[in-house]
């Protein structure tokens, strides 16, 4: 239903270069059905006032002409984010002229990541037709005290990314790394210490890794893995010449845990000035889970990494079995192996967290996302997030590439993001036959594609792909012959990483690329050395 204006309402409208940016401030204007004005430029309801009401709505804009994906951002808080989980809110994009919704969302409590009406910003995406009046409303269901601070809408940026996202931008090798386990055998941990992440932070990048045969691998753990910790290094030239390691995190008494914690993920939260490192563990359980280790403070290497109390904090399929329940899912029913994690970013105090899954007995793989406060429990529905998976096979069967025609592309493996303007750009492996290495020269499609969407709640198929996916291919055509992919930011540039492995002569390098002014042509191949 449209709700018309009534007054004029003073707004801004700014344009910087092409893009437009516009915002106002509820306080300042007419448009509400409940509550009342706060702290001056706000609006504030609150379970004395009458529910089922819109909060804010308007403003009525006919200013918006751009065909540009536009983003909106409503900066609101609430009293409580515990308890209930009913919904609070229902935030819309409407257009008035044609009463028609071009997107919505509801707000549940416990989307909030904060309490005491701390403001949040939880964004929409749309595409508007110009000359169209626009409002951008804030619908209140009941039963919290709740303050819409402002509405933002700005058009939509693809970042640094964008360039070469279009196959515009270039690749600048800047260097090429191993990390062999100190006093170990090198012919056995140079092949085994891959796993890495690099975190650049403080004018240094920290690389973690696992670190493997860096001791005798117990008897109970034979036939599992090899007896594997973390390890982490820093480099200030750009990884041309790294640290010795310090280990952050080393196999425990559990049995999810007691032979090997590896190919995780750091995350440096500034807002509690602490490290987390979110990583696979296994055990004499024989089950891949995930264990989480912490530790406060800016520097990564001065001491060990606190383990998790309730470790494992996942254990193998408790996600996928939520994310993969009910129709039209582009998952498995009988997906496990929540694995190679990554903490892609905190948004309004929630960790979110992607990992793939691996369904043996159907041959399919996927990746998907949940979100958590605490490392211990864990959503996979909600504000931005799909309740699916956010790559499968549907993803890359069309790419540009001779699948083998028995399993074509069998779904995703392991993924990094990085956000850029507006966008999450991600970097994602995708085999054939199988989500196990085929080493055999000849015989398995191992290529990654790099693909982007400004929602974390996209689901499989709503990615935005390059032309000619995939983005990366190894020049030789091995299962896992390129692995262990990054694509991260440092200050104002970025980066893309992997591990470029030979297995005809067992050896392999980290390649680091800065992306640069040029032109790329996809698929890069990716040889050794």
């Not at 516009?22 to 706000?42: C, I, K, M, V, W």
């Not at 041309?240 to 008494?253: L, T, Y």
């Not at 507006?422 to 054939?432: G, K, T």
């Amino acid at each position: 239903m449209a709700i018309h204006a009534i007054t004029l309402l003073t707004l801004s409208l700014l344009c910087y270069a092409t893009a437009l940016h516009l915002e106002f401030y509820p306080g300042t204007q007419p448009y509400h059905q409940t509550g009342s004005r706060y702290d001056n430029t706000a609006w504030l309801v609150s379970v004395q006032d009458p529910p089922e009401r819109y909060l804010t709505y308007g403003p009525f804009t006919e200013q918006w002409n751009t065909t540009v994906p536009s983003r909106v951002d409503f900066y609101l808080g609430v009293d409580n984010n515990v308890g209930d989980p009913s919904d609070l809110l229902t935030v819309d994009v409407n257009d008035p002229g044609t009463d028609r919704v071009l997107t919505s969302r509801n707000i549940s409590r416990l989307d909030f990541g904060y309490a005491s009406v701390q403001p949040q910003v939880f964004s929409l995406y749309f595409s508007s037709t110009p000359g169209h009046s626009l409002e951008f409303r804030v619908y209140y269901r009941c039963c919290s005290k709740i303050v819409h601070y402002k509405t933002v809408v700005d058009e939509l940026d693809g970042g640094a990314l964008a360039a070469i996202f279009a196959g515009q931008g270039g690749l600048e090798l800047v260097s090429s790394s191993t990390f062999p386990t100190p006093h170990a055998d090198p012919s056995s941990s140079s092949m085994w210490n891959v796993g890495t992440y690099v975190k650049p932070l403080d004018g240094k990048w920290y690389i973690f890794y696992r670190e493997g045969f860096y001791a005798p691998t117990p008897e109970f753990c034979n036939g599992i893995v090899p007896l594997t910790r973390i390890a982490v290094r820093n480099s200030t030239d750009f990884g041309k010449s790294w640290s010795e390691p310090a280990v952050i995190a080393s196999p425990g008494n559990l049995s999810a845990d007691n032979c090997a914690v590896l190919d995780g993920a750091p995350f440096f939260d500034n807002e509690t000035d602490s490290w987390h490192y979110l990583a696979q563990c296994i055990g004499t359980n024989k089950r891949w889970d995930l264990c989480h280790y912490s530790r406060s403070g800016r520097d990564p290497m001065s001491s060990p990494f606190l383990p998790n109390p309730a470790n494992p904090v996942v254990q193998g399929g408790q996600l996928w079995s939520k994310i993969c329940s009910g129709r039209e899912k582009h998952c498995t029913s009988t997906m496990y192996d929540e694995g190679t994690p990554e903490i892609v970013e905190k948004i309004n105090g929630w960790f979110y967290v992607t990992f793939h899954g691996w369904d043996g007995p159907n041959n399919k793989a996927a990746r998907g996302i949940a979100r958590t406060r605490d490392f211990v429990n864990y959503d996979v529905a909600g504000y931005d997030l799909p309740d699916d998976a956010i790559f499968s096979s549907l993803d890359c069967n069309g790419w540009n590439i001779t699948w083998s025609p028995q399993s074509l592309c069998v779904g995703g493996g392991e993924g990094s993001m990085a956000k850029s303007g507006d966008y999450f750009y991600h970097l994602i492996e995708a085999p054939d036959i199988t989500l196990n290495c085929d080493t055999t020269l000849g015989e398995q499609n191992w290529v990654l594609g790099l693909l982007r969407s400004p929602r974390l709640s996209a689901r499989s198929g709503e990615w935005e792909q390059i032309r000619f996916n995939p983005a990366f291919k190894p020049a030789k055509k091995y299962g896992c012959g390129i692995q262990y992919h990054r694509i991260f930011r440092d200050e104002n540039d970025f980066f893309f990483s992997m591990f470029v492995i030979d297995f005809e002569v067992g050896k392999l390098t980290m390649k680091v690329w800065k992306v640069v002014s040029g032109q790329t042509y996809f698929p890069v191949l990716v040889s050794y050395p």
